[in-house]
């Protein structure tokens, strides 16, 4: 089936306590069915000093289930919910279902 998120998408979150706030799609991963959006579930690490990296307290993102997220629309950067439509030179391409826009490029 089709991946209905995908890398570099613009999503808002739908629960939760980032609910509301929009980000990037930074990976997929659909084996979990869960995503990293950039700047949303911000968690507070600890980390030891390596010979590349400081050490301390860092602050990262981390995984937001694919059911809590929904693609921005196009159009007015609500959530919207995503459908498929079929080309007239065979490609598939992703809709937004509340105003028809197309999501692919």
Same mark, same amino acid.
């Given at each position: ?8 998408? =613009? ?5 939760? %306590?980032?609910?509301? %706030?929009?980000?990037?799609?930074? /990976? ?5 069915? *869960? ?8 968690v507070?690490? &600890? ?5 590349? /990296?400081?050490?301390g $307290?860092?602050? =990262? /993102?981390?995984?937001? &289930?694919? @059911?809590?997220?929904?693609? @921005?629309?196009?159009?007015?950067? =609500? ?11 065979? *490609? =598939?391409?992703? $809709?937004?279902?509340?105003?028809? /826009?197309?999501?692919?490029?």
């Amino acid at each position: 089936m089709a991946a209905k998120i995908r890398k570099g998408d =613009k999503v808002v979150v739908l629960t939760g %306590r980032d609910k509301g %706030r929009t980000g990037e799609v930074i /990976e997929v991963r659909p084996r979990e069915s *869960r995503a990293l959006v950039r700047g949303v579930n911000m968690v507070r690490r &600890h980390q030891r000093q390596t010979a590349r /990296e400081q050490g301390g $307290i860092i602050a =990262k /993102e981390s995984t937001v &289930h694919l @059911s809590n997220l929904a693609i @921005s629309d196009p159009k007015d950067g =609500k959530p919207t919910r995503v459908g498929f439509k079929l080309l007239k030179d065979g *490609r =598939k391409v992703r $809709i937004a279902r509340r105003s028809g /826009e197309q999501i692919d490029g």
